[in-house]
């Protein structure tokens, strides 16, 4: 789950980590009161959830209240990369003598969590990363290990921070790894910490991505998600309580167990397909589930054959053909439909799919077959 800068920031000042005075305005009157409490000098930032605001116009800096109000007019209802901002951040503006980078973030490659830290902030990492990775410095930790106030200030030195700045940038470094594992977060990045000219460090832009499956530990977060940048069947989706994952190709896949639905579009992948989605129905699935699966791979239009691979452990295949069954009832299916049962009353569930259109499949590559060649016209 995104969060917008300005609720990044909120996070971030709990931590200790110090921000620029200011407020979320949703019109441009109210960015011109904030900007007179500001005394004038300031910054309006658009509110959205991407990336390169400021080449796509969406932050000005400011110098009146009367023209803070001109600034949230234009950026208010402007386009930033398909999102409509609907909101911006006024807060007073930061002089800056440098700029450095302090990002947390996981490593999967290495099984653990990533701290990197820039001496070039105020540009995408990627692009200091491309043109001089020598100016990158990275540690790795877990949250048994921890990260110690000593290794932060190591990493700042690394990185080639100024001398003046690295106890001070060390101690944030350590509330932003402190942050990242209580809040449950993939990513926390402070980018640009501005260093100002009496030698305090601030946080001038700021971005927090949560675990979504790790909201439950954090009430009243689930309020500051929005749909803005979701896919419009992803937000279906989590409306339905199902996991889903929008994919580019045309064969709607429906498993139960994130490693089997993986495996099948891997499957359909190796036979020549793309699958349209992922989405994991889990353990146990009762009917009513895999009916609510297969409506919503229905709403993609870009679907054309749906497979439906399952292994009955807890789940039973009965219980997977009754929902099958009922959607069938339910909606007009009229795409073509491959399903592989295994385990569990299997017999049973391949019974009730007898006299219907339903194809089935003994094994998983069978079934990828087949529904490759249907979606491709070839059966």
Known sequence: MKLHEYQAKEIMRRY?????????????????????????????????????????????????????RDAASRILGMTIKGLTVKKVLVEEA??????????????????????????????????????????IAKMWSTPREGFMPWQARNLALAAGFDGGAIAQVGAYFSSLFRLFLQEDAELAEINPLML????????????????????????????????????????????????????????GVIGNGAGLVMATIDAIKAEGGEAANFLDIGGGARAEVVQNAL???????????????????????????????????????????????VGTREKEGRALLSDTPVVIADTMVDAAKRIVAIAGGGM
């Open 94 to 135: 930061v002089e800056a003598v440098k700029e450095y980078y302090l990002g947390v973030t996981v490593d999967r490659s290495r099984k653990s969590i990533a701290i990197i830290a820039s001496s070039e902030g105020g540009v995408d990492i990627e692009e200091v990363s491309a043109k001089t990775p020598e100016k």
């Open 196 to 251: 100002t000219k009496d030698g305090k460090a601030v946080a001038a832009d700021a971005k927090i991505t949560l675990d979504d499956n790790a909201l439950f530990r954090h009430p009243g977060y689930e309020r500051l998600w929005e749909a803005e940048g979701d896919d419009p069947l992803e937000q279906e989706a989590r409306r339905r309580r199902l996991t889903y994952v929008k994919l580019g190709g045309d064969i």
């Open 16 to 68: 200790g980590i110090p921000t620029p005075h200011g407020r979320v305005a949703e019109t441009p009157d109210e960015a011109y009161e904030i900007a007179s409490e500001l005394q004038g000098h300031a910054v309006v930032k658009a509110q959205v959830h991407v990336g390169g605001r400021g080449k796509a116009g969406g932050i000005s800096v400011v110098m009146s209240p009367e023209e803070a």
């Open 295 to 341: 409506e919503l791979i229905l709403m993609d239009k870009a679907v054309k054959a749906i497979l439906i691979n399952v292994f009955g452990g807890i789940t039973r295949c009965d219980e997977v053909a009754q929902g099958l069954l009922k959607a069938i009832e339910s909606v007009s299916l009229d795409l073509p439909v491959v399903v592989r049962l």
